[in-house]
């Protein structure tokens, strides 16, 4: 069977499952790694957001394997690429826009410590959920403005007390900078994804896992793009060299680092990307802001932060919120489904009657 759009309910489910899992390694594991490349004495702004999308070239063998997967059923007729020029370029500006957005973290990330992540949670989630309102005119339901709203509170708790959190060598001026900076970041960042759903739903073609493959490596390709000529206004290629040899942990695992900086940001671009999808753009923040405590207690182990009350409470807002966002998912699946079967019913009836 030729891949198709209209994937069943199963295997949306498992897709989903997938995607998710894509995610959660990206929302954990990215901003640690962002973390360790400057605790250890990185300091390139430039090149770290260049990490964050600079693993494009991975999407690569999904792609290839997809479509000699297609070759095999269709043969020599099938289509290298689905991409029209008008998605081509919808995902390039798009992809400026993660960019700009991935220096942005970057310079935050530079200045704060993991935990004040959460206020970029916090306000990421927010965004998102007005943008999908206003961008894809999304309809909330009961559960849905309840999950949003627990997991923002349970985020703004966690960063209530960052500002004693401020790291050692970091000023009151350049924490307060990088606090401003991932608020921008967390602003833009909620926006770009109920764009990519608007772009979805205007495709005016079919959306397969192909193509959404391909929107991702253009969209990470434009990114990359962007920061690459940042990296050469900075000089940042003739200084990578110099600072892997003064890297705390060793120039070898210096080079560790940012290859698996780049690997694990991949990893978050095609799952948040991927539950779009399958999904919307606002379970996609809804699954960043749900792994927020996990990456918080991550910080706590790898970087002894430490680990207040709020983030206790935050935990527990955080993981209802969930519960509450896919309950209502479930009973949605459950309704939908109901829903077909009485319309299929009907229609066996009326053949029945003419015949």
Same mark, same amino acid.
């Given at each position: 069977m030729e891949e198709e759009a209209?994937?069943?309910?199963? =295997?949306?489910?498992?897709?989903?499952?997938?995607?998710?899992?894509?995610?959660?390694?990206?929302?954990?594991?990215?901003?640690?790694?962002?973390?360790?490349?400057?605790?250890?004495g990185g300091s390139r702004i430039?090149?770290?957001?260049?990490?964050?999308?600079?693993?494009?070239?991975?999407?690569?063998?999904?792609?290839?394997?997809?479509?000699?997967?297609?070759?095999?059923?269709?043969?020599?007729?099938?289509?290298?690429?689905?991409?029209?020029?008008?998605i081509f370029i919808a995902s390039f500006v798009i992809g400026i826009l993660t960019g700009v957005d991935a220096y942005l973290y970057s310079w935050g990330g530079s200045k704060l410590p993991v935990s004040t992540s959460s206020l970029l949670i916090a306000a990421q989630l927010a965004f998102t959920a007005i943008g999908a309102y206003f961008i894809v005119k999304l309809k909330f339901?009961?559960?849905?403005?309840?999950?949003?709203?627990l997991l923002t509170l349970g985020a703004v708790l966690l960063g209530m007390r960052s500002?004693?959190?401020?790291?050692?060598?970091?000023?009151?001026?350049?924490?307060?900078?990088?606090?401003?900076?991932?608020l921008l970041a967390a602003a833009l960042y909620g926006l770009v994804l109920p764009c990519i759903e608007l772009m979805y739903l205007k495709a005016k073609q079919a959306i397969t896992a192909t193509l959404v493959l391909e929107i991702? =490596?253009?969209?990470?390709?434009?990114s990359t793009a962007f920061c690459t000529i940042g990296m050469i206004a900075n000089k940042d290629f003739q200084a990578i060299s110099r600072e892997a040899k003064h890297f705390n942990l060793g120039e070898g695992r210096y080079y560790i680092v940012v290859i698996w900086s780049a690997i694990i940001w991949q990893c978050f671009f095609v799952g948040a990307v991927g539950v779009i999808y399958?999904?919307?753009?606002? =379970?996609?923040?809804? =699954?960043?802001a749900v792994l927020l405590p996990i990456t918080e207690i991550l910080?706590?182990?790898?970087?002894?932060?430490?680990?207040?009350?709020?983030?206790?409470?935050?935990?527990?807002?955080?993981l209802w919120g969930f519960v509450s966002y896919f309950y209502g998912e479930f009973k949605q699946a459950k309704?939908?489904?109901?829903?077909?079967?009485?319309?299929?019913?009907?229609?066996?009836?009326?053949?029945?009657?003419?015949?």
């Open positions: 209209n994937l069943s309910i199963n =295997m949306r489910r498992f897709l989903l499952i997938i995607n998710c899992l894509l995610l959660s390694v990206g929302v954990c594991g990215g901003p640690l790694m962002m973390r360790l490349y400057f605790v250890e430039w090149f770290n957001s260049w990490l964050q999308t600079g693993g494009w070239p991975l999407t690569i063998i999904p792609l290839v394997i997809l479509y000699f997967y297609r070759r095999k059923i269709k043969g020599s007729d099938t289509k290298f690429y689905y991409i029209t020029p008008r339901t009961s559960y849905s403005i309840n999950a949003v709203v500002n004693g959190d401020r790291p050692e060598g970091v000023t009151s001026k350049e924490y307060v900078i990088g606090f401003i900076m991932t991702q =490596m253009v969209m990470c390709f434009a399958l999904s919307s753009s606002l =379970m996609s923040g809804v =699954m960043i910080g706590v182990i790898f970087f002894d932060e430490k680990f207040s009350g709020e983030k206790g409470l935050s935990l527990f807002l955080s309704k939908v489904e109901k829903k077909k079967i009485q319309e299929n019913e009907m229609t066996t009836t009326t053949q029945i009657e003419h015949v």
